[in-house]
């Protein structure tokens, strides 16, 4: 999708919603005994004492809009054990099936041969991966935005300083989203894997070595998120294995308005941190692609994809109420991992989202370690906690989880029905899908078929942060002169604002507006 460059946005990152006041009955789902039913937890395998380090293999993948059979093919004939999958969007689900792998996150875009875990705590930004049973290691994956791309800035002559300043506008501040938490993790001993489509070049590869050896590399340069992801103690795995980026630049993305002034970049990272050592890392591509070491006849994405190869030493899981997702369909089970070593008696309450443990809408009786499911078929749309309690009553760990409805369309509203020209223009909306990249866009009302009429204005539901921050229900924006698109001023006429999905042209709910002189 070929979207305008440039835009800045005001998104809401509330995660709350008023609760509701009446507590409901929770119906517990055991058909064929896959969901037990409350103070029956499926108690998780026996913890080891001990740990020894293990081998991992990690992928990164742009599959490009959704992927297709030939990206399908690529993830289960490598086989990595955790894949970081970018662009995946909905169809994750379906990608885990044709590809073998036994689970998956929609939320952080993940397939894993290990269970994946949101731990209280993180609010949607890592996982932990239980690599053996009790033990675990952090994991990130990300996409940051595209637009203002540094690279072809640079090669349309826009200084160095304008540059780094768009990039900390766009990736940068998005990239500090994760890096406290990327710290906190590493000083406390846990292995720390980032993977992503960071759509900025790396100051490794633009060095006063590199300068004139490929077009686009006119100067040494700083970029200013793989520094931060540096400062915040992360080593870029790709680098560490060939560190020579005159002999192997390892490209991955070749960006179609970026071939006027160079041939690529590498854009496309593992980055690991803590108890690890990394083995090996490659390209994997199309056949006879340069610096791939692993390649296929039929490449259909637009990226190539990373392995890297660890040897690491996973961390005991710590005290936590884990979830598997944290955005679920009504009638979803949630499947819950829990842990309190030392707590024989524990209990597991849900409130709604922000509440005290007394405004339990149900409560089950749990042990020291297991996990359980429940149905979320008789929850209301809305945001909850679930929280962890010790058999003196002591909250332990606390989880959040958003129960979303499918059956009510996106709600898009506008501050008011009529403004004047030049007039910011407030939308928000409720009961969204949730789809990292959704995108709000405006068309005039009589050319407002967004699969074959040219949107106007438009910005990401997530702003600049759509790739880090966790997804949303609701949201916020305000489109005025700082936004992507024109023309601004918008001219006085009607207009349809649409609600589209996952970076593609696809409505899930319309609103209209007049703008007068």
């Known amino acids: 999708m070929a979207l305008a460059h440039g835009t800045r946005l005001v998104v809401s990152r509330s995660g709350r919603r008023p609760p509701f006041i009446c507590l409901v009955l929770l119906v517990i789902t055991t058909g064929l005994g896959l969901l037990p039913a409350i103070g029956a937890p499926v108690i998780a395998s026996e913890v080891m004492t001990s740990v020894t380090p293990m081998k991992l293999s990690v992928l990164v993948y742009n599959i490009e809009y959704g992927g297709d059979k030939s990206t399908d093919k690529v993830i289960r004939q490598v086989s990595a054990d955790i894949v970081g999958v970018l662009e ?3 169809r994750l689900p379906e990608i885990a099936r044709k590809t073998g792998y036994p689970y998956y996150n929609v939320g952080l875009q993940l397939l894993s041969k290990y269970p994946i ?9 890592y996982s932990f991966i239980e690599v053996r049973p009790g033990y675990v290691i952090a994991f990130f994956n990300t996409h940051l935005d595209y637009v203002k791309y540094g690279p072809s800035r640079l090669a349309k002559g826009v200084p160095v300083a304008q540059v780094v300043a768009s990039e900390n506008e766009v990736r940068t501040d998005s990239i500090k989203i994760l890096t406290p938490d990327v710290r906190k993790l590493i000083n406390s001993g846990h292995p720390v894997y980032l993977t992503g489509d960071l759509n900025a070049p ?3 590869d633009y060095t006063k070595a590199t300068v004139g050896t490929r077009p686009g590399i006119t100067t040494a340069m700083r970029w200013p998120v793989s520094d931060e992801l540096a400062k915040a103690g992360l080593r870029d795995t790709y680098r560490e294995v060939h560190p020579n980026p005159v002999t192997v630049p390892g490209i991955t993305m070749v960006d179609p308005d970026f071939e006027k002034g160079g041939v690529g970049d590498r854009i496309d990272y593992i980055y690991a941190g ?6 090996s890392s490659t ?5 006879g692609g340069p610096d791939v070491g692993t390649g296929f006849n039929e490449w259909t994405s637009d990226h190539r994809a990373v392995l890297s190869t660890f040897r690491v030493t996973p961390v005991p899981l710590t005290t936590t109420v884990a979830l598997d997702r944290r955005m679920l369909n009504q009638g979803d089970a949630l499947n819950v991992r829990y842990y309190a070593p030392g707590s024989t008696a524990t209990s597991i309450v849900v409130v709604p989202e922000g509440a005290a443990k007394s405004e339990a809408i149900f409560t089950m009786a749990t042990t020291e370690s297991g996990s359980t499911s429940f149905s979320t078929a008789a929850l209301p749309p809305d945001g909850y906690d679930i929280v962890l309690l010790s058999g003196a009553g002591a909250e332990l760990a606390r989880n959040s989880f958003w129960v979303r409805s499918t059956k009510s369309a996106v709600e898009l509203k506008s501050g008011k029905e009529i403004y004047q020209v030049g007039e910011a223009i407030d939308i928000s ?7 990292r990249w959704d995108w709000i866009g405006v068309y005039r009302a009589n050319a407002a078929n967004p699969n074959k009429d040219d949107y106007l204005l438009w910005g990401y539901t997530g702003g600049h942060e759509s790739g880090a921050l966790p997804p949303q ?20 006429g009607s207009y349809r604002i649409h609600y589209l999905l996952t970076d593609q042209y696809k409505s899930a709910g319309f609103h209209d507006i007049e703008i007068v002189k």
């Open 429 to 435: 909306w409720r009961d969204g899908p949730a789809n």
């Open 202 to 204: 790396s100051s490794l």
């Open 117 to 125: 875990l949101e731990p209280s705590g993180a609010e949607g930004l």
């Open 283 to 287: 390209v994997i591509g199309e056949t």
């Open 274 to 279: 803590g108890p690890s050592r990394t083995l």
């Open 473 to 492: 229900v609701f949201g916020s924006m305000t489109l005025d002169s700082r936004s992507a698109g024109k023309p601004w001023p918008l001219p006085a």
């Open 88 to 90: 995946s969007y909905n």
